[in-house]
């Protein structure tokens, strides 16, 4: 159990690195006074970070799996037009079809509804993504957004997900085409949200898919 490691790591830690330019759309009820919120965020400014840079998240940590030997590659030195207040310094190649995987704790005790955002800033779009949790019952994807950065290199993808019920934790599975390098990676999840607040919520994303 990895997260049993981790015991300094549990609580709400956000460490103060400003580096979080491609947080560029971060979902509606984040900071919101409602338990069950989380939050993660990964820059890759380091090349054995597979915790998050900053994280807000009181049932552990999440973790970006790390696969040793050569099919991911962390790589530094990345075009940087936007200058140091967008910095674009760090990520990691995958030069296959390796799937990214995120593991990310979540709130244990049963309730019916997990919504989860995911936001990608990669140098090729996504091919296949997959919300796994308990007993690996797939997420739905309910929204996706493609963002086009200056540069018209980076594109930060955007997508919601509910789960339904919550389960205490989830595996993000995303494939991307070879040679695609991921830049940053910021997950929100909320389980659940108040029941006077969900119906709203849910009639926004029908709203949305509808578009
Ligand atoms: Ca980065
Ligand atoms: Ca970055």
Same mark, same amino acid.
């Given at each position: 159990m990895r997260?049993? %490691?981790?015991?300094?790591?549990?609580?709400?830690?956000i460490l103060?690195l400003? /580096?979080h330019?491609?947080?560029v759309?971060?979902?509606?009820?984040?900071?919101a006074p409602?338990?069950?919120?989380?939050?993660q965020?990964?820059?890759?400014?380091l090349p054995?970070?597979?915790?998050?840079d900053?994280f807000?998240?009181?049932?552990g940590?999440?973790i970006f799996?790390i696969?040793p030997?050569?099919?991911?590659?962390?790589?530094?030195?990345?075009?940087?037009?936007?200058?140091p207040?967008?910095?674009?310094v760090?990520g990691? /190649?995958?030069?296959i079809d %390796?799937p990214?995987v995120?593991?990310?704790?979540?709130r244990p005790?049963e309730?019916p509804?997990?919504? /989860?955002r995911?936001q990608?800033?990669?140098?090729?779009?996504?091919?296949?993504?997959?919300?796994?949790g308990?007993?690996?019952k797939?997420?739905?994807?309910?929204y996706n957004?493609a963002?086009?950065?200056?540069d018209a290199?980076?594109y930060?993808?955007?997508?919601?997900?509910i %789960?339904?019920p919550n389960p205490?934790h989830e595996s993000?599975?995303?494939?991307?085409?070879p040679?695609?390098?991921v830049?940053?990676?910021v997950v929100?999840?909320?389980c659940t949200p108040e029941?006077?607040?969900?119906?709203?919520?849910l009639?926004? %994303?029908?709203?949305r898919?509808?578009?």
């Amino acid at each position: 159990m990895r997260f049993a %490691l981790l015991p300094a790591c549990l609580g709400i830690v956000i460490l103060a690195l400003p /580096l979080h330019a491609e947080d560029v759309l971060p979902p509606e009820w984040r900071g919101a006074p409602y338990e069950g919120q989380t939050y993660q965020h990964w820059d890759f400014l380091l090349p054995d970070n597979e915790y998050p840079d900053m994280f807000s998240n009181v049932y552990g940590t999440g973790i970006f799996e790390i696969v040793p030997g050569g099919p991911m590659v962390w790589t530094n030195g990345l075009p940087n037009p936007n200058g140091p207040l967008h910095p674009r310094v760090s990520g990691w /190649l995958f030069t296959i079809d %390796l799937p990214m995987v995120l593991s990310i704790p979540n709130r244990p005790l049963e309730l019916p509804v997990k919504l /989860l955002r995911l936001q990608i800033t990669s140098s090729k779009a996504p091919q296949n993504k997959a919300i796994y949790g308990a007993g690996d019952k797939q997420g739905s994807n309910t929204y996706n957004q493609a963002i086009q950065h200056q540069d018209a290199f980076w594109y930060t993808y955007v997508s919601d997900w509910i %789960l339904e019920p919550n389960p205490d934790h989830e595996s993000i599975v995303v494939n991307f085409p070879p040679d695609t390098i991921v830049e940053e990676v910021v997950v929100d999840t909320w389980c659940t949200p108040e029941p006077a607040l969900l119906m709203p919520l849910l009639g926004l %994303l029908v709203l949305r898919r509808r578009e």
